[in-house]
Every structure is written in structure tokens, then in C-alpha cells.
């Protein structure tokens, strides 16, 4: 088991210009989520999915932002038209027939 | 909506001694778990511990334990015998009624040798 992987782990962009990040969840968890931390400041949650259908989603996921889990196993976010409040570490998270939730390591973005 | 409370930006401790980090939450849900996370420098959030809201019994995990005050809303966590690498942001999280977790703002934890 190697755990929950995100890659890039690191990620400057110039305002405007899209960016996307992957995250492979441990394998056979079929619930994926995505997490927003800012400095200082606890993760707040974007999404979840499972399997392969998205069935929460939290206000702070703008229509900039989509996430993807198209087979079920690994997962896509993407932020489109960046701006400097996207800088920060998008976190990534999974689950499988239990409350606890594993983290990655995180993307940390930053958006110039 | 689920509320976390860590009223405690920083604390310190002397390596081997005891210390206990405060959390409050609020909640309209009847059935919640409630967690502590540990992040350090390297920042991958790393499971403490974790209480089902229906056990009157604390957790306790080896040098970590809880202090659940179900009525009170609290959940507290002690971390007897510090060690260095115990020194981490910690967060307290709850989920209920959702899947998501709602965390607090972290407690930023020093061990001092």
C-alpha cells in the first residue's frame, strides 16, 4: 500500500492560465476528496466522490474549478483562468467503507 | 452547518512532559466522529485518533489520548510523554451528516528539547 500520491507537488502559473492536478487514491478506496488549506488556516472541502460519480460539492467550488474521477480510481482537479487567490495546497484524501480519511501530500499552487 | 473550534494558535512543551490541546465543536447531528489530525513540516495530514460520537469511552491510542465531553461539545487531547517529533500543526475535525470533515484552525505545537 503506498498510500495517497498528488502530483505535481508543486505548481507556480501565471494568473490566468489553467492549471490541473492529479491524485492517484490508495488502492481500492472508492472515496476521493479534495481538500483547499490555505497559510494558517485549517483544509476546507471542495468535493467529494465516490466511485466515479460527484456527490457533494462545496460553495467555494467556483465555476472555475472542476474535478474529475472518470474510471473511479484516480482523480483530476482543474482550475481554469487562475487567479491569486487560488494560491494555496490542494490536499486530497481517500476513504473506503470507513469514517477516516488518508491524506496525500498535497499540490501546493502558486499562482503569480 | 458543523463548526470546529481550536482556541489555541500555539502551544510548548518540554520533551517528556504532558500536554493538552483544546477543541470545541458544534453540531446538529445525532451520529459524528470526531478526529485529530497531525501535520507536520512536511504537511501530509497524519491520523492521531478519532472518537465515534455514540462511545462514552475516550479513545486512546498509545501517547494520545481524548477527553470527549459530549454534552459540553469538547474534545480535548492530551499527549502524554512528548517527543520531539510530535512537534506538528494539529487540527481537530468533526463529520456528521456529510462526508466531508470540517476542521479547526490548528494548533501549532512545540517540543522543546
Known amino acids: 500500500d503506498t498510500g495517497v500520491s498528488q502530483n505535481p507537488r508543486h505548481k507556480i502559473t501565471k494568473r490566468g492560465q489553467n492549471v490541473t492536478f492529479r491524485c492517484d487514491p490508495i488502492?481500492?478506496?472508492?472515496?476521493l476528496y479534495w481538500y483547499r488549506q490555505t497559510l494558517g488556516q485549517g483544509p476546507e472541502f471542495l468535493t467529494y466522490?465516490?466511485?466515479?460519480?460527484?456527490?457533494?460539492k462545496s460553495r467555494l467550488l467556483s465555476d472555475r474549478f472542476s474535478a474529475e474521477r472518470p474510471k473511479g480510481s484516480f482523480s483530476t482537479l482543474e482550475i481554469q483562468r487562475t487567479e491569486q487567490g487560488d494560491s494555496a495546497m490542494y490536499l486530497c484524501?481517500?476513504?473506503?467503507?470507513?469514517?477516516?480519511?488518508?491524506f496525500g501530500p498535497g499540490t501546493r499552487l502558486t499562482v503569480l | 452547518a458543523q463548526t470546529v473550534t481550536q482556541s489555541q494558535p500555539e502551544m510548548s512543551v518540554q520533551e517528556a512532559e504532558t500536554v493538552t490541546l483544546s477543541c470545541t465543536y458544534d453540531t446538529s447531528e445525532s451520529d459524528y466522529y470526531l478526529f485529530w489530525y497531525k501535520q507536520p513540516p512536511s504537511r501530509q495530514m497524519i491520523l492521531v485518533i478519532r472518537q465515534e460520537a455514540y462511545k462514552q469511552q475516550n479513545a486512546t491510542e498509545n501517547r494520545f489520548s481524548v477527553n470527549f465531553q459530549k454534552a459540553a461539545k469538547s474534545f480535548s487531547l492530551k499527549i502524554s510523554d512528548s517527543q520531539l517529533g510530535d512537534a506538528a500543526m494539529y487540527f481537530c475535525?468533526?463529520?456528521?451528516?456529510?462526508?466531508?470533515?470540517?476542521f479547526g484552525k490548528g494548533t501549532k505545537l512545540t517540543v522543546n528539547p
Open positions: 475535525a468533526s463529520q456528521g451528516g456529510s462526508e466531508k470533515l470540517v
Open positions: 466522490f465516490q466511485n466515479e460519480a460527484q456527490l457533494e
Open positions: 488502492s481500492e478506496h472508492n472515496r
Open positions: 484524501a481517500s476513504s473506503f467503507g470507513d469514517p477516516t480519511q488518508y
